[in-house]
Every structure is written in C-alpha cells, then in structure tokens.
C-alpha cells in the first residue's frame, strides 16, 4: 500500500486549523512511517 506523504500533510494541515509547519509536518510523518 503507497501512502502518499503530501496528502498526509494535507490532512494534518487541515485538522491542525493550518498552524502546523507543512516542513515539520513532513519530517514526523517521515519518522512514523520511515
């Protein structure tokens, strides 16, 4: 199964009222999914 990283950030940019840093974002996905 492929997740596509920038429709995590998305989500998480849009659940976050967009206060997340889309860099910051990007980087703990990449640890939780790495």
Do not use: R
Request: positive net charge.
């Amino acid at each position: 199964m492929k997740i596509t990283t920038n429709g995590l950030i998305k989500q998480v940019i849009k659940a976050s009222k967009v206060k997340a840093n889309p860099t910051q974002v990007n980087e703990l996905i990449k640890k939780l999914i790495g």
